[in-house]
C-alpha cells in the first residue's frame, strides 16, 4: 500500500483494470490474494471478474462465466499467474483451456509451490502466456499475501502520532487528538486496507476507540475489519464501546494463562488464546494461523515499543503533529534501548513521506542492511 502515489504505473489498460478489479475482493479474500481478470476480444471486453473470498471461485472462473462462448480465442489479463492445483477450487489453468482462451497475460508469477504452475500447463495445451514487464504494482497489491504465505505472520503495519520534538500525547494516561481531518482519513484508508485493526488494551481503556472504518460523513462502511484487543498485561474494560457498537467483529488476544473476565466474555467478542512466551510475537503468529494477511496496529507507546523490540514491525507510519508537547510529555519509545548506536540510526528507512493537511507524515521500514544485533 502506497499513501503518496503509486508504486509504479501498470503499463497495459486491460492489466491495469484487472488490478483495480482485484482491489473489490481487498480485506474479504484472506488468506487468499486479491485477483482480478479481464477477458478481451477483438479490443472488446467480454468478461470481468475478481476473487470475493477465500472458498469462492476465482478472479478466471468468474470473468470466463461472464464470457460465456466469446471467451474461445480471447486474451485474458489476470493479475497473478492462475492457479494449477485443486485447492478449495478447482485449477483455473483448466478452466482457461476448456474454454479455449489462446492467450493469457498476467502480473505475477504466483510463488506458492502448490497452486503455482498455471503458465506452464497452460503453454503444454497451446496457449501463449505472457507476464507484465514490471510485476511491481502486482507484487504491492498482495504484499500481505506475500508476506503471510512466506512467514505464516501477517504484514504488520503500525500507526502513530507525534508532535514535533516526538511525543505521541500531551500527558500519559490522557486521551490527546494530535492530528487533524485529513490524517484521520488516512487512518480510514488504512483500516479499510487491513484484515484486522488492532489496539492494545490499555488504549481501548484510555481512549474507548471504534476501530471502524467510516465515511467522511461517519456512516459505516459495509465491510468492517476485524477488531483486535490485545490484553497482554490488563483486560480491556467490557464496557469499551467496540464490545457494544454491533459494528464488526471483536476478538481479545489473551495469553494462554489467563482466563478472561466474566464480563468481557458476556460481550459476545471472541476470547482467542496466544503463547505470550515470545512477547507479541506469539499474538502475530495466532493472527496469522487465524488468517489475518495484513494487521493495523494503532499503537500507543507500550505496545509499539514491544512490537519494535520484538522485531515485529513491517511498516511504521508516524502521523507528525506541527505543536510541542515539552518536557511533562511521555516518550514515543517506553524501552531501554540496547542498541549500538551505529546500527541504531539504521533500524528503519524513511520509503515515502508527504503532506496530510497541517501535518506531516512519514512512512518507514526495517532497514535492509541492518545488522542484527542480537
Ligand atoms: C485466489 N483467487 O482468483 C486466484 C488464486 O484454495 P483455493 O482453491 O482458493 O486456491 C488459493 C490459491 O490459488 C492462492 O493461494 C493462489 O496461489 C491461487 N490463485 N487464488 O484465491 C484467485 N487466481
Ligand atoms: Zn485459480
Known amino acids: 500500500m502506497r499513501l503518496f502515489g503509486d508504486v509504479s504505473p501498470v503499463s497495459d489498460p486491460h492489466l491495469a483494470r484487472a488490478l483495480a478489479l482485484a482491489e473489490m475482493g481487498r480485506g474479504t479474500t484472506s488468506p487468499n490474494p486479491v485477483v482480478g481478470c479481464v477477458i478481451v476480444r477483438g479490443g472488446v471486453v467480454v468478461g470481468e471478474g475478481w476473487h470475493a473470498c477465500a472458498g469462492g471461485p476465482h478472479a478466471e472462473v468468474v470473468a470466463l462465466a461472464a464470457a460465456g462462448d466469446s471467451a474461445r480465442g480471447a486474451t485474458a489479463y489476470v493479475t497473478l499467474e492462475p492457479c494449477d492445483h485443486t485447492g478449495r477450487t478447482p485449477p483455473c489453468s483448466q478452466a482457461l483451456l476448456r474454454a479455449g482462451v489462446s492467450r493469457v497475460v498476467c502480473g505475477m508469477h504466483d510463488p506458492s509451490p502448490l497452486a503455482s504452475g498455471g503458465a506452464d500447463t497452460l503453454r503444454a495445451g497451446g496457449v501463449e502466456v505472457e507476464f507484465a514487464q514490471d510485476p511491481a504494482p502486482f507484487l504491492d497489491a498482495n504484499e500481505s499475501w506475500l508476506h503471510l504465505t512466506a512467514t505464516g505472520m501477517p504484514f504488520v503495519r503500525v500507526k502513530t502520532a507525534v508532535t514535533l520534538d516526538g511525543h505521541p500525547g500531551l500527558a500519559e494516561g490522557a486521551r490527546s487528538q494530535l492530528t487533524g ?21 490499555g488504549t481501548v481503556a484510555i481512549d474507548d476507540p471504534s476501530l471502524t472504518v467510516r465515511a467522511p460523513d461517519g456512516t459505516p462502511e459495509d465491510r468492517q475489519p476485524l477488531r483486535v484487543v490485545l490484553a497482554r498485561t490488563i483486560q480491556p474494560p467490557a464496557t469499551a464501546r467496540l464490545f457494544h457498537d454491533g459494528i464488526g467483529a471483536v476478538a481479545v488476544l ?38 489475518v494477511g495484513e494487521l493495523l496496529v494503532e499503537a500507543g507507546p507500550r505496545l509499539l515499543t514491544a512490537m519494535l523490540d520484538a522485531r515485529a514491525v513491517d511498516e511504521l507510519i508516524v502521523y507528525h503533529a506541527g505543536g510541542f508537547a515539552g518536557t511533562v510529555a511521555p516518550p514515543l519509545y517506553v524501552g531501554e534501548s540496547q542498541e549500538d548506536p551505529t546500527t541504531l540510526v539504521r533500524a528503519l528507512r524513511c520509503v515515502e513521506a508527504g503532506c496530510a493537511g497541517g501535518d506531516a507524515v512519514t512512512v518507514w521500514r526495517p532497514h535492509p542492511e541492518r545488522v542484527e544485533t542480537d
Open 181 to 201: 481531518e485529513e490524517a484521520r482519513s488516512l487512518t480510514m484508508r488504512m483500516r479499510a486496507h487491513a484484515d484486522a485493526v488492532m489496539v492494545g488494551a
Open 254 to 291: 489473551l495469553p494462554e494463562h489467563v482466563a478472561p473476565d466474566l464480563a468481557l466474555v458476556r460481550t459476545g467478542a471472541k476470547m482467542v488464546a496466544f503463547d505470550i512466551s515470545d512477547g507479541v510475537t506469539g499474538a502475530m503468529r495466532t493472527l496469522g494461523a487465524q488468517g
